[in-house]
């Protein structure tokens, strides 16, 4: 047997098992040695003692030796061969025991044997080689404090006893000397035991820590790499409900745009008018929802940029103060002229329109100010309203999903409770320190601390003569959905834009062969696996710089990316009137 191979393998279980099954190998291993060691020192003494001592005692002895010596080994070969289980350890150490106790008796009473019939210096001389083996033993069998103190007593108790008997002087001495090294003997192999036990103990605890530690990080790796594999899935979820829902409402609203734009009589405008309204709301609601869902899977992108706070705010206090009118709220704002603050202007707008929003939806009657202090290096932004506030109470509740103040009928024109959620959301994904304050009867305050841009972009201003531009702007439209390419057509129409729309990628090249557009306007997702990026490149090969617009319902990062490294735009579905309007505008004053 390999005198490095593990038998009985370190394997999850009863840990006293364990480390008797680890004593038991060493011992099983370092018996080999022991045992040839034996037989020699056996064979060396007869040598000496030879002319001194009865040859049939003697040659009795050795081989009464050689062969207890030979019972080891065999016991040791068939552990090797065997390989028994940890489950077999107490019936292998009894064997064990039984074959060393009878191979060291024959040692302890084969000297008692041989004492009688020698000279002194003989006896002496008996009485170190098996001091000898008592040493032995010690450095041997420390594994196993049985067989250590059986393999020490029964070597030398047999000895000494014959010594104390004899009654002579030199026997004495050499009685209380044996017996002396016997104690001490037995109390160094009390310790190597003790000390053995200890660290063999200790290695069993470490190891079952490490297997538990392996356990914990495997099943870690489980569940990350299926966290993983969920997000990932959500993630394409998210961008194929994206699109899928997008492209009804986009091509309805296209649609819808298109019919008020006509002249209609009173009750039919009014009607147009209320099914504007309604793709708001449904508008309105699938953002929140995919907002919140797009927060949570980590796929909202954050693009750092230096901007105008305060352009940002009046153009949010135009386009609030209609609604706000209409429950007889004022939006002041407080801020000087430039602000210049360094955040994501997209993310930034939605947290205060939201806020905005949440202010008009709760109160009326009151005043809601923009604040914004501007410091050395960083900008204080408040959002406070004179309203009703928010009990204490439930001031912790207001930034759940779908909790609402004062709609237990669940009017879906007061949206769905999901703007605060988002809020929070942002307000961490730009890292910005947010503080909420608000007392019944005393209104609601947010305030947050921005950082202070060193440069602003230059601006643009659409004024309402660029309108006028837009007759005979040349559009193609490229949709695979029908409905889709209909109601951009219609829109672009009532616009005063010249169009041709498209369905897959082939026929707005053949399009460009008798007609040259001003701007292109391409869905994400087109017919037989063709992006709108790939159109736009191939469209820009036939007319160099190009505007291009990429009107996409997905929420994948990615082709965002890919879209800004090629210079294109992106709408993202459904598109508004205004929007589409501005994205238009947009084109002419470049």
Same mark, same amino acid.
């Given at each position: 047997?390999?005198?490095?191979?593990?038998?009985?393998?370190?394997?999850?279980?009863?840990?006293?098992?364990?480390?008797?099954?680890?004593?038991?190998?060493?011992?099983?291993?370092?018996?080999?040695?022991?045992?040839?060691?034996?037989?020699?020192?056996?064979?060396?003494?007869?040598?000496?003692?030879?002319?001194?001592?009865?040859?049939?005692?003697?040659?009795?002895?050795?081989?009464?030796?050689?062969?207890?010596?030979?019972?080891?080994?065999?016991? /040791?070969?068939?552990?090797?061969?065997?390989?028994?289980?940890?489950?077999?350890?107490?019936?292998?150490?009894?064997?064990?025991?039984?074959?060393?106790?009878? /191979?060291?008796?024959?040692?302890?009473?084969?000297?008692?044997?041989?004492?009688?019939? +020698?000279?002194?210096?003989?006896?002496?001389?008996?009485? /170190?080689?098996?001091?000898?083996?008592?040493?032995?033993?010690?450095?041997?069998?420390?594994?196993?404090?049985?067989?250590?103190?059986?393999?020490?007593?029964?070597?030398?108790?047999?000895?000494?006893?014959?010594?104390?008997?004899?009654?002579?002087?030199?026997?004495?001495?050499?009685?209380?000397?044996?017996?002396?090294?016997?104690?001490?003997?037995?109390?160094?192999?009390?310790?190597?035991?003790?000390?053995?036990?200890? #660290?063999?103990?200790?290695?069993?605890?470490?190891?079952?820590?490490?297997?538990?530690?392996?356990?914990?990080?495997?099943?870690?790796?489980?569940?990350?790499?299926?966290?993983?594999?969920?997000? #990932?899935?959500?993630?394409?979820?998210?961008? +194929?409900?994206?699109?899928?829902?997008?492209?009804?409402?986009?091509?309805?609203?296209?649609?819808?745009?298109?019919?008020?734009?006509?002249?209609?009589?009173?009750?039919?405008?009014?009607?147009?008018?209320?099914?504007?309204?309604?793709?708001?709301?449904?508008?309105?609601?699938?953002?929140?929802?995919?907002?919140?869902?797009?927060?949570?899977?980590?796929?909202?992108?954050?693009?750092?940029?230096?901007?105008?706070?305060?352009?940002?705010?009046?153009?949010?206090?135009?386009?609030?103060?209609?609604?706000?009118?209409?429950?007889?709220?004022?939006?002041?704002?407080?801020?000087?002229?430039?602000?210049?603050?360094?955040?994501?202007?997209?993310?930034?707008?939605?947290?205060?329109?939201?806020?905005?929003?949440?202010?008009?939806?709760?109160?009326?009657?009151? #005043?809601?100010?923009?604040?914004?202090?501007?410091?050395?290096?960083?900008?204080?932004?408040?959002?406070?309203?004179?309203?009703?506030?928010?009990?204490?109470?439930?001031?912790?509740?207001?930034?759940?999903?779908?909790?609402?103040?004062?709609?237990?009928?669940?009017?879906?024109?007061?949206?769905?409770?999901?703007?605060?959620?988002?809020?929070?959301?942002?307000?961490?994904?730009?890292?910005?320190?947010?503080?909420?304050?608000?007392?019944?009867?005393?209104?609601?305050?947010?305030?947050?601390?921005?950082?202070?841009?060193?440069?602003?972009?230059? +601006?643009?201003?659409?004024?309402?003569?660029?309108?006028?531009?837009?007759?005979?702007?040349?559009?193609?439209?490229?949709?695979?959905?029908?409905?889709?390419?209909?109601?951009?057509?219609?829109?672009?129409?009532?616009?005063?834009?010249?169009?041709?729309?498209?369905?897959?990628?082939?026929?707005?090249?053949?399009?460009?062969?008798?007609?040259?557009?001003?701007?292109?306007?391409?869905?994400?997702?087109?017919?037989?696996?063709?992006?709108?990026?790939?159109?736009?490149?191939?469209?820009?090969?036939?007319?160099?710089?190009?505007?291009? /617009?990429?009107?996409?319902?997905?929420? #994948?990062?990615?082709?965002?990316?890919?879209?800004?490294?090629?210079?294109?735009?992106?709408?993202?579905?459904?598109?508004?009137?205004?929007?589409?309007?501005?994205?238009?505008?947009?084109?002419?004053?470049?």
């Amino acid at each position: 047997m390999n005198e490095n191979a593990r038998p009985i393998g370190l394997i999850p279980g009863d840990p006293n098992l364990l480390i008797r099954a680890e004593q038991l190998d060493l011992l099983m291993r370092q018996s080999s040695r022991a045992a040839y060691t034996g037989v020699l020192m056996a064979l060396l003494l007869a040598a000496i003692l030879w002319g001194h001592v009865s040859h049939f005692i003697i040659t009795l002895w050795v081989i009464a030796v050689i062969i207890t010596g030979l019972s080891r080994l065999a016991l /040791y070969v068939s552990y090797g061969t065997r390989a028994p289980t940890v489950n077999q350890v107490p019936r292998w150490e009894a064997a064990y025991l039984a074959a060393l106790m009878l /191979y060291f008796a024959v040692w302890g009473f084969g000297g008692v044997l041989l004492l009688p019939d +020698s000279e002194p210096l003989y006896q002496t001389v008996i009485c /170190y080689f098996l001091i000898g083996m008592a040493g032995s033993a010690i450095s041997v069998f420390s594994a196993n404090r049985l067989a250590l103190v059986s393999s020490t007593f029964l070597v030398l108790a047999p000895v000494i006893a014959w010594l104390y008997l004899q009654g002579q002087p030199l026997q004495l001495g050499m009685a209380l000397g044996g017996t002396a090294f016997l104690l001490s003997s037995l109390y160094a192999a009390r310790i190597l035991s003790v000390s053995l036990q200890q #660290n063999l103990e200790m290695k069993h605890e470490l190891l079952s820590a490490k297997r538990e530690g392996d356990e914990l990080t495997t099943a870690l790796e489980s569940a990350l790499s299926a966290a993983h594999e969920a997000s #990932n899935a959500k993630t394409r979820f998210l961008a +194929s409900a994206s699109h899928d829902l997008r492209q009804p409402i986009h091509s309805l609203s296209m649609l819808s745009s298109a019919l008020s734009m006509r002249a209609l009589d009173d009750k039919s405008q009014k009607i147009a008018e209320g099914i504007n309204q309604s793709i708001d709301t449904l508008s309105h609601q699938l953002d929140a929802l995919l907002d919140i869902s797009k927060l949570d899977a980590g796929v909202v992108p954050v693009e750092l940029a230096d901007l105008d706070l305060y352009q940002l705010l009046v153009n949010l206090q135009v386009e609030m103060s209609t609604l706000a009118k209409i429950v007889a709220i004022d939006i002041t704002l407080d801020c000087p002229q430039p602000c210049p603050v360094h955040s994501d202007p997209v993310l930034l707008e939605r947290i205060l329109r939201n806020l905005l929003s949440n202010a008009i939806a709760h109160n009326q009657s009151c #005043n809601v100010v923009l604040t914004a202090t501007i410091g050395a290096f960083s900008c204080v932004l408040v959002v406070q309203d004179s309203g009703k506030g928010i009990d204490p109470a439930v001031q912790d509740k207001i930034f759940e999903e779908f909790y609402q103040l004062e709609n237990s009928t669940r009017d879906r024109s007061k949206g769905l409770g999901l703007g605060l959620a988002i809020t929070r959301r942002l307000q961490a994904l730009l890292d910005l320190d947010m503080q909420f304050e608000s007392a019944p009867g005393q209104g609601t305050r947010f305030g947050f601390t921005l950082p202070v841009a060193r440069s602003l972009p230059a +601006s643009q201003d659409f004024g309402e003569e660029s309108l006028d531009g837009l007759q005979g702007l040349r559009v193609l439209v490229v949709d695979d959905e029908t409905s889709v390419r209909d109601g951009m057509g219609h829109v672009l129409e009532e616009l005063g834009c010249e169009s041709r729309v498209a369905a897959t990628a082939a026929d707005a090249l053949a399009t460009l062969a008798v007609w040259e557009p001003q701007i292109v306007l391409a869905d994400y997702r087109l017919a037989e696996h063709a992006t709108g990026i790939d159109l736009i490149a191939r469209v820009r090969r036939e007319i160099a710089e190009l505007p291009a /617009y990429l009107v996409t319902g997905d929420v #994948n990062t990615t082709q965002v990316e890919e879209a800004k490294a090629r210079n294109i735009a992106i709408l993202h579905k459904p598109v508004s009137l205004n929007t589409l309007r501005g994205a238009l505008i947009d084109v002419l004053q470049r």
